[in-house]
Each structure stands twice: as C-alpha cells, then as structure tokens.
C-alpha cells in the first residue's frame, strides 16, 4: 500500500469531532461592518412589523379566521426564522467572536434551515387559500376551515421538523479532520459538510432531498395552484371582475418571487459549480434571502389588507372609548 493510501485509510478510520468551527464571513470586503449594520436595522423593523401583526391578530376577533391563522404562522416563521439567524450574525462579526462551538453549530444550521423551510411551505399554503377562493368561491368557507388550516400547517412543520433534523442529524457522523474554517456568514450546511474528510454520500442525499422539500416541491404546488386560477380566471366574462380575482393574488406572488428567486439561483449555482461562485456574493444573497422576506411579508401582504386596517381602527376606537370612561370615571370622583 502507497504512503497517500495509508494516509487515507487512517483518516477514514479516525472520527475527528472539532471543538469548534470559525466562520469568515466577508472576504477583503471593505467596510463589511456597515452590512451588519443594515442587517441590525432590518432585524428591528422586521421583529416590530411581525411583532405588531402577531399582536393584532391575536387582539382583534375579526381575524380568527383561517386566512389569517396562515398568516399568523408566516409572521410568527418570520420573526423566529430572523432572530435564529441575524443577532449571532451581529454577535459574530461585530464583536469579532468567530470560532462558534461544535453543538451550537449545529443547533445554529437547524434553526435557520427549519424555519426557512416553514415558510416556504407556508407560502405553500397561501397559495392553496387563493386557489378555494378563486376556483370554488361558493365552497370556499367550507373547505378552507380552522380544522382543516390547522392539519396543513401541522404538516408543514412536522415535514420542515424531520427533513431538516436528519440533514443536521447526518453531520455528527462526518469526521473533521482537516480544516474547520466554514466559508460562510453562519453555520450553512454545505460549505460545513464539504470540510469532512471521510464519506458524504448521505450527506449529498439529504442535501438533495432538502432541496426539494424546500424549493422544488413548493413551487411546483404553487404553478399547479395559478395554473388552475389562471383558468379559472379565464371563465370569469367581467374583465372587471377578472382583474379584481387577479389582484388578491399579486401580493403573494410578490412574496413567493422575494422568497424563492434568490435561494433558487443560489441552489443552482452551487450545483452546477460552487467554485464559480464568489463568497462574497454567495453570502450577500444568502443573506437577503433569510432575511428581507421576513421584513417584507407583513407589509406586503397584510398591513395593507382591508381587514386588517378595518381591526387596527376597531382595536383604536376600542382604546379611545376605554380611554374615555376612564377619564370620565376619574374626574367624576
């Protein structure tokens, strides 16, 4: 046997667990600490934006309905998905702490893939609410029910919560022994995984198959819906009325296409070749794709909705009549 290929049979023999990682981050990217400050500012703006419609859902009795239990979860995805990623971003690079342990790595790629995986099987959901309401109107209310909501979004953590616990779950049997320096901003599974000197044909596998669950199977189930709509709105005679069906559907497409167009390019071009593909700009898209979404959704597809401008002036006159008495009650002792 060759020196090379004893070499390698001890490797492979030898399981080598590291007691920590060290994340890069940017790579000779000037000025890298005003980006992490931007991410500061659009984790403040997103956690009030989902906060204040995760409190006015559960504040106004209006939206207990099934629309809004699945935007409830989208915000609530939202908020978790940006607080599992942005503030030990912020704690890594800005307070220069970039050796992460072993376990809390780990924990770290979990907790972002998960929820990252919930919303996109969320969306999912969104778009199934659209297609009732466009394609069986009459039967919309019997279908679309609190039961019935609440059983696919069970689905959809239960299949985030298993995908994504065996991709992680699959790392502690890599054997690190060689370099522990991950060429990203956070814990991410495939530049973490390709640092393992003995087999990864499992690890590929699952990489693949949350690939799938993630981008592939949702967006096929989302053009299956608007393919559907789009017939259906073709039998709509008003052009009125076809326009009005089109326009609740616009602000979910705009959310699938902030969600899904970046991580799919991403997912792409690292298949095809991730040597092609510049650290820099790999993590400023990754980035974006955890984070702006989560800022966006509430904006664009709730806060703007009549039912819920129509909640925020009823919980208003609630508080001035509260308010009222109050003062009246006060004054007359």
């Not at 778009?127 to 689905?155: E, G, N, Q």
């Not at 909705?305 to 002792?333: G, Y």
Request: aromatic share 14%; net charge positive.
């Amino acid at each position: 046997m060759d020196p090379e290929q004893k070499v390698a049979a001890v490797l492979n023999n030898t399981f080598v667990r590291p007691a920590a990682f060290y994340l890069t981050g940017f790579s000779n990217l000037p000025y890298a600490n005003y980006y992490y400050v931007f991410l500061c500012f659009i984790y403040i703006l997103t956690v009030l934006g989902n906060g204040f419609l995760l409190s006015l859902i559960y504040l106004g009795k209006m939206l207990h309905t099934p629309k809004y239990m699945i935007v409830f979860s989208l915000a609530l995805t939202d908020l978790c998905g940006s607080t599992a990623l942005i503030p030990k971003v912020l704690d890594t690079f800005l307070f220069d702490r970039r050796y992460i342990v072993y376990e809390a790595c780990l924990s770290y790629m979990f907790f972002v893939w998960f929820f990252a995986c919930v919303q996109s099987w969320t969306l999912v959901t969104m778009a199934y609410d659209r297609f009732v309401a466009i394609c069986f109107p009459l039967r919309y209310h019997r279908i679309v029910t609190k039961p019935s909501v609440a059983a696919v979004l069970l689905f959809a953590w239960g299949l985030s919560l298993s995908v994504i616990a065996c991709m992680v779950g699959l790392i502690d049997r890599l054997s690190f022994c060689g370099s522990v320096v991950v060429q990203s901003f956070y814990c991410d599974h495939g530049p973490l995984f390709r640092l393992a000197c003995n087999d990864k044909s499992w690890n590929l596998t699952l990489a693949f198959l949350a690939t799938v669950v993630l981008i592939g199977i949702p967006l096929i189930l989302i053009a299956f819906t608007y393919l559907c709509i789009s017939i259906a709105l073709r039998r709509i005679a008003s052009g009125a009325e076809r326009l009005k069906a089109f326009k609740t559907c616009t602000s979910h497409l705009i959310l699938v296409a902030i969600f899904f167009l970046p991580l799919l390019g991403t997912s792409i071009a690292t298949m095809v070749s991730i040597s092609n593909i510049h650290t820099n700009a790999r993590i400023i898209n990754s980035t974006l794709t955890h984070t702006v979404p989560s800022l966006l959704n509430p904006i664009i597809y709730s806060l703007k909705t009549e039912e819920v401008l129509n909640c925020i002036r009823r919980l208003c006159r609630n508080n001035w009549f509260h308010n009222s008495v109050s003062l009246k009650k006060i004054t007359s002792l």
